[in-house]
DNA sequence: ACCTGAACACCGTTCAAGT
DNA sequence: ACCTGAACACCGTTCAAGT
């Protein structure tokens, strides 16, 4: 029984939780959100649509895993023998980078309490925390606190980003960005409106960064911490 | 032409884009993100599906407008003449309690390129953060890090709130919630377990706030400038 | 146990036709 | 200008029937 299974994974055409999300992930990406379809899926895998839910309870379920998928190979990627501030800014950068490279897996936010994706990254700052030196009891709220962060701004980058043509003119974006903004009502928005300009040289990775650090330094500053380093 | 369009917005049976808005927006409370159907939607505006279309250009547009409109009003309501850390607080918590309270308007997040409630946020955020002094070339980094961050919470709050009733036992899901991260593997979620215990007595609107005061700390802690490259 | 594919119950969106 | 509602081109999901 056991082996008989075994060999039916063997086989390159017999479908597994597996496979259907790898299928998944390359639908996403080469066709977007609205191109994952289970008649779509079920023709790149040569099979009837029926076949999938066998193997998968529904469209959110495969959603959901394909974006635990990409979060957990940024993951596995990340290098951890630096100090713990290095660390997590490779936590963080990760995470940036998975979702520019798969806008759709933004949507992970939205789904069920605490994705699997959502808790790798968690733990994985969370021992960087512990490292630091943050109070046990400040710990969750500081994890927390960079992880909301973390995917809240890759989010919004990602979507803005797959807004404009990959590789062409960013800078465009950016420049129409600003434009509107200086165009918006001098008293309803002075703020955004002193601000456009510097909207026309923006590095993303960059401004992310400086805001982990931002965060990294609000919990050096306002909790005591043993001084070691 | 003036008079008969005004006269027509004054019948009440008239259609328009505010009042489509409006709609929608009481469906979606009522009955989540998948109760708004144009169909429902022209069944509840007495007039057919397609009437729709002559006011609103499609789903996305409806949906962006009605999550702009929450964010709008909670806005409105947020009070201004307390110290510039108090107010930036009142808008961080209105954010938080219009998501918890109209959870679908997370997507919010996911739509188009800095939606006008997102802007909103910016910019009174903005403006707060120059009456606290911080640097002229700080303040975009430091706006948008706090935006990140409130969006980012709340709407990870407002769908794990979403998922048990309202009125009913929060407590209970947070029991099971804990319990389930006890549960992981010790050796691949040390961290997890190890603050478990506390999600158990885990006060949502608490923690967010710690959160903002974080990021508060830290932009009072590094007043430099964030290196530019 | 696993797969097939037709069928069901929906959708968003369009558009000729009306007023 | 604005509204109607039938029609189109899809969906996710189910399920009797096969192997």
């Known amino acids: 029984m056991a082996k008989a299974k075994a060999a039916a994974e063997r086989r390159e055409d017999a479908l597994s939780h597996d496979r259907i999300v790898e299928a ?25 649509a029926g076949a999938i839910y066998w ?14 998928a990409i979060i957990g190979r940024a993951m596995a990627g990340v290098a ?19 979702l520019d490279a798969h806008p759709w897996a933004g949507a992970l936010l939205s789904r069920g309490p605490w994705q699997t994706g959502m808790l790798q990254v968690l733990e994985r700052i969370g021992r960087q925390l512990q490292a ?16 909301s962060y973390i995917f809240g701004e890759s989010d919004q980058n990602a979507t803005n980003g797959s807004s404009h043509s990959r590789t062409a003119s960013r800078d465009e974006f950016l420049g129409v960005l600003a434009a509107r903004w200086e ?34 330094a609000g919990l ?4 005591r911490k043993p001084r070691s380093h």
């Not at 630091?132 to 992880?147: D, K, N």
């Open 220 to 223: 050096a500053a306002s909790p």
């Open 80 to 98: 951890t023998h630096a100090s713990p501030q290095k660390t997590i800014r490779g936590i963080a950068l990760g995470v940036f980078d998975a």
């Open 132 to 147: 630091l030196g943050v109070p046990e009891r400040a710990q969750f709220t500081a994890a927390s606190t960079l992880v």
């Open 183 to 216: 165009a918006l009502d001098a008293r309803e928005f002075p703020f955004l409106r002193s601000i456009a300009p510097r909207l026309r040289h923006h590095d993303d990775r960059a401004e992310f960064l400086a805001g982990v650090d931002i965060i990294l």
């Open 55 to 68: 193997h998968v309870a529904n469209k959110g379920e495969l959603l959901a895993a394909a974006s635990d």
């Open 24 to 48: 998944a992930i390359e639908l996403l990406d080469a066709e977007g959100e609205t191109g994952l379809t289970f008649r779509a899926l079920a023709e790149r895998l040569a099979t009837g």
